[in-house]
Structure formats: structure tokens, C-alpha cells
């Protein structure tokens, strides 16, 4: 079992930038995602990244402005979000896989955090 506690979110006007973190509970060598939920929408992939940082992936409607990493020594993965837009306000979670590899499916991740809200002013 992996706990994730996601910390970091909350109001930003548009333009603004945000630093999410994720701790985990123990070292894990898994492919690590961000995924995020608007009300009244269905849970949408930001991105992912494999469990040594090598490699990433975004969704199309945050690359180049959003950066995933990882800090393997802390246990730890991040989403740097910059130029942030009124539709980036949702609710975002952490996701941990069960490979080594990343993957923009909610299914492959066994393990998710709480969640923090992060929410955009125009």
C-alpha cells in the first residue's frame, strides 16, 4: 500500500503559477500521474512521469505550461504550473502506478490521494 498527500493548491488569478507536491508514504519506484476533476466533469489526465524522471508526458492542454518531476531521495512528485487559465480551476490528484512505467489511464493507477483544489480567477 502507498499513501499520497497532495499539498500545494489554491487561488491564483489567471497568468499566475502554482507548485503542487506529492508525498508518498514510502519509496516507490512507479510511474507517477496527475490527474484532475471539474465539477460536473469526468476525471482528465494532466500528466505522468516514469519512475526514474526520464520521461513525461502531458495532456494537450497544459504542455508547456505545466512540468511534472520527481524527487525520488523525498518520495515525492511535482506539478509546476505556470500562466494558469480560469479553465485549469479543479480538483487534482495524485495518482500512483503498479510499473515502472508512466501512462495517462486512470485505471492503471491503484493508488490516489485526496486531492487538492485549485481554482483560477479571470
Known amino acids: 500500500q502507498v499513501q499520497l498527500v497532495e499539498s500545494g493548491g489554491g487561488l491564483v488569478q489567471a497568468g499566475g503559477s502554482l507548485r503542487l507536491s506529492c508525498a508518498a508514504s514510502?519509496?516507490?519506484?512507479?510511474?507517477m500521474g496527475w490527474f484532475r476533476q471539474a465539477p460536473g466533469k469526468e476525471r482528465e489526465f494532466v500528466a505522468a512521469?516514469?519512475?526514474?524522471?526520464?520521461?513525461?508526458n502531458y495532456a494537450d492542454s497544459v504542455k508547456g505550461r505545466f512540468t511534472i518531476s520527481r524527487d525520488n531521495a523525498k518520495n515525492t512528485v511535482y506539478l509546476q504550473m505556470t500562466s494558469l487559465k480560469p479553465e485549469d480551476t479543479a480538483i487534482y490528484y495524485c495518482?500512483?502506478?503498479?510499473?515502472?512505467?508512466?501512462?495517462?489511464?486512470?485505471?492503471?493507477?491503484?493508488?490516489w490521494g485526496q486531492g487538492t483544489q485549485v481554482t483560477v480567477s479571470s
Open positions: 512521469i516514469n519512475w526514474s524522471g526520464g520521461s513525461t
Open positions: 495518482a500512483a502506478g503498479s510499473r515502472a512505467t508512466m501512462n495517462d489511464e486512470p485505471n492503471e493507477y491503484p493508488y
Open positions: 514510502r519509496r516507490t519506484l512507479y510511474g
